[in-house]
């Protein structure tokens, strides 16, 4: 990075020319939203099936045809000019619109930004006035063993402490159980073998000198769990006074919580209270997006100011030595509050699902998406820590090729976090000698170009590998 950064200037009207543009920085809303460089011009093709759209970027914006992007947008030109226009306060949207960049924002009064200059200088200016404008948190370095990917929602407390007794001296900062240990989704209560086992099971994490980790989201709920139908004060609601169903997965629809009533606020207060007191202390929290959802708020406000009132609770209540790594959750709004941030879809064992593709959906779980969305936001890394999601060390655990498999490596050495969710104890002898080495790596990293990288001098074109989504949507068409 360069010491000179570009002048980050002050707007009133969010309006600036970039008639130079050939390429906009499409910024996507949250955590699994698809980024990164786009035609100005390009015609969205919403996504048609309804409930697919719901996690997929920011619903007030899903029917949309033309390109737009959260927080703010950039343009480039083939020169390698860059102007960006942005709000330092969360709840804005840019737009691309007849050589210009035009801002929207739900705030009265936003704090709207131009910056000038070569790409990545653009970024870095932007990222850094972020941290001075939403403060800044981070940790650095960060090694994390999650259960998910091997386990999924089968994982059991046995499992773990398998996993636990595997682990060694493996250097892993994080252990952390995954979806699967509670009741229900908004039902935070250990279930089947889980059940009484959660402190035993942080103490041992902790007494191994590592950080317990702990999976939850606070701001939803399955339809069917006793939160939902026991606490129907809790549910955000629509112009109807009907729920807000904020997307649809394990078998059904989860409802939104609304983040500004203090009816949710003290829910949420006593759940991380409860998780905190059973010893963990490293809480990834899923689904954030809900809470930034549209609905009738009890206390009207913009949506991300909604959320970060709902997550500085969760911050206050699990205190600033708690680790916070947000999932699915609004990149912008997000700042200032957790430790680190899901950047990009879930990995899978596959490249790409076509059904997911054949819908213009790019937020589904695959290497290609996760790839795709991470290896945009890298310039995140100087504003929090940001988390690219697990790479495969058992190589009977994926159908990936030996390039793709490299790439993930290559990003958990450029973002310097680690995932990793293989079973520990089923290694052979040289994959975990692999591991080992990889966790103990201090690689160097050198940016080269937008989106190409090297890592202790392999060199990694991440655009170049994925491809566009326009593309690959032609290829299964
Ligand atoms: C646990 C998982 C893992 C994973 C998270 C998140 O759109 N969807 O329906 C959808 C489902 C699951 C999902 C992402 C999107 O994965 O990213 O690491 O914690 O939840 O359920």
């Not at 499409?26 to 409930?51: C, F, N």
């Not at 948190?137 to 990917?149: D, E, F, K, L, T």
């Not at 310039?379 to 820590?385: G, K, M, T």
Request: include cysteine; hydrophobic fraction near 40%; charged fraction near 25%.
């Amino acid at each position: 990075m360069s010491t000179d950064l570009p002048t980050v200037t002050r707007l009133a009207e969010p309006v600036v020319d970039a008639s130079d543009m050939t390429t906009f920085y499409r910024h996507g809303w949250h955590s699994w939203s698809p980024t990164g460089w786009v035609s100005p011009d390009e015609i969205v093709r919403p996504i048609s099936d309804r409930d697919q759209r719901l996690g997929h970027d920011d619903p007030v914006f899903a029917l949309e045809t033309n390109v737009s992007g959260s927080g703010f947008g950039v343009g480039r030109s083939d020169d390698g000019h860059a102007v960006l226009l942005g709000s330092l306060d969360p709840g804005a949207r840019v737009l691309p619109a007849n050589g210009t960049l035009v801002g929207k924002s739900e705030l009265p009064d936003p704090y709207w930004v131009v910056i000038e200059g070569s790409v990545q200088d653009v970024f870095a200016a932007y990222a850094s006035a972020l941290v001075d404008h939403l403060g800044g948190r981070q940790r650095g370095h960060q090694r994390v063993w999650c259960s998910w990917y091997s386990y999924y929602e089968d994982v059991t407390a046995d499992a773990i402490e398998a996993e636990i007794d595997a682990v060694g001296d493996l250097g892993f900062d994080v252990i952390q159980i995954d979806d699967g240990w509670q009741a229900g989704i908004g039902d935070w209560v250990p279930a089947g073998d889980f059940a009484g086992r959660m402190p035993e099971l942080a103490e041992r994490i902790v007494g191994s000198g590592r950080r317990a980790g702990l999976w939850l989201a606070p701001f939803i709920a399955r339809s069917d769990t006793l939160l939902a139908t026991t606490r129907p004060e809790l549910l955000l609601r629509d112009e109807e006074g009907s729920p807000v169903t904020a997307g649809i997965n394990w078998g059904g629809p989860f409802f939104a919580l609304d983040p500004t009533s203090s009816a949710t606020q003290e829910y949420v207060a006593s759940v991380i209270a409860e998780v905190r007191q059973w010893g963990f202390d490293y809480l990834k929290l899923d689904f954030l997006y809900a809470a930034a959802f549209p609905g009738r708020h009890e206390s009207p406000m913009a949506r991300e100011s909604a959320y970060r009132d709902g997550m500085s609770i969760v911050r206050e209540v699990a205190g600033d030595d708690c680790y916070l790594l947000a999932c699915g959750a609004p990149i912008i709004a997000s700042v200032g509050i957790v430790d680190g941030i899901r950047v990009g879809p879930d990995v899978a064992e596959f490249w790409h699902d076509p059904k997911l593709t054949a819908l213009a959906d790019f937020s589904g779980r695959g290497a290609r998406n996760a790839i795709a969305t991470s290896s945009q936001r890298l310039w995140l890394r100087d504003v929090l820590d940001i988390d690219p999601d697990v790479i495969y060390i058992d190589e009977s655990e994926h159908r990936l090729e030996p390039s793709t498999v490299d790439a993930l490596v290559a990003l958990a050495q450029i973002t310097g976090f680690t995932g990793v969710s293989d079973r520990l104890g089923v290694l052979s002898v040289a994959e975990r000698v692999r591991l080992a080495s990889l966790l103990d790596a201090e690689p160097i990293v050198v940016q080269r170009d937008w989106g190409a990288w090297s890592v202790d001098g392999s060199t990694f074109n991440f655009p170049k590998m994925v491809g566009t989504d326009s593309e690959l949507g032609r290829s299964v068409a």
